[in-house]
């Protein structure tokens, strides 16, 4: 009787239905790098409430961390932080893709184009995860440090990249999907997204509209690749006193233009 055929990446006598494929100890460390990425730095205690485990659990898996730079402690407040070793292991995520470094250029002529900060993002599990950022000068600015994630229907960037989906797609991500309101203008229901995303196929650009945060807009435009398939996003996001509703269209068509000469220079085709 012939074998199913080895999937690559697993070792010759690994049996996925009679041995775990995760390791607990490994898989305790990843929960605390986790916790410790969406903080802005926790104790112990905290850490040990927050993932349910022991101090002396915690602890220990600190210590193996901190022995190789990817967590580190601030002796004064006694709270742990993301490491060096962990911003080098993300960089080496970010220099992956091509469309990061093509991206910085163009992404600083619409800062300066537009006068408000530009973002880069990309799609990962289901969310919007901000992979570039290019400030503002300005004081008062949007702030999506890399590795920040967001719902994609509360986005400038994440409605971009949905505008792009197919039918079938679209309708595997809506189902049993509940979208979150933020704000009084987050669009909660699927009718109202799907009527959204026909006026950004429409006009080439998205807008979020103080849906994720009070005060805050954002426009976003798609950016293809060599197939024509949809890589990330660009934007802009400022606050509604500095995009006001009389500047938004000129904004799109900005971020529009920075989208195609990205995406141009990814190899997508003209058109």
């Not at 390791?23 to 969406?38: E, K, W």
């Not at 002529?109 to 880069?120: D, I």
Request: hydrophobic share 40%; proline share 5%.
């Amino acid at each position: 009787m012939s074998q199913a055929p080895r999937r690559k990446g697993r070792p010759k006598a690994f049996n996925a239905s009679s041995q775990p494929a995760t390791i607990q100890s490994l898989d305790r460390a990843l929960d605390v790098l986790d916790a410790l990425a969406g903080a802005s730095g926790m104790t112990l205690t905290e850490l040990a409430t927050a993932l349910d485990q022991s101090a002396a659990t915690m602890y220990r898996v600190l210590s193996t961390l901190e022995a190789r730079q990817i967590v580190e402690m601030e002796p004064q407040t006694q709270t742990w932080h993301i490491g060096a070793m962990a911003f080098r292991l993300g960089s080496a995520f970010l220099r992956r893709s091509g469309v990061i470094e093509r991206a910085r250029p163009v992404m600083r002529e619409l800062m300066e184009a537009t006068g408000e900060t530009s973002n880069l993002g990309i799609e990962r599990g289901g969310d919007v995860m901000f992979v570039s950022q290019v400030e503002t000068h300005e004081s008062i600015r949007a702030f999506f440090p890399p590795g920040t994630t967001s719902p994609m229907h509360a986005s400038g960037i994440g409605k971009a990249l949905l505008s792009c989906y197919g039918e079938d797609q679209l309708t595997r991500f809506l189902r049993g999907r509940t979208l979150e309101r933020f704000t009084a203008k987050t669009l909660t229901s699927a009718d109202a997204l799907r009527a959204d995303l026909e006026q950004i196929r429409s006009r080439g650009w998205s807008f979020d509209d103080e849906e994720k945060a009070p005060g805050m807009r954002c426009v976003a435009a798609p950016v293809l690749g060599m197939q024509g398939e949809v890589l990330a996003g660009i934007s802009v996001s400022g606050p509604t006193a500095r995009m006001p509703d009389g500047g938004i269209s000129g904004i799109g068509t900005l971020v529009k233009e920075a989208a195609a000469k990205l995406s141009h220079g990814l190899g997508a085709p003209a058109g």
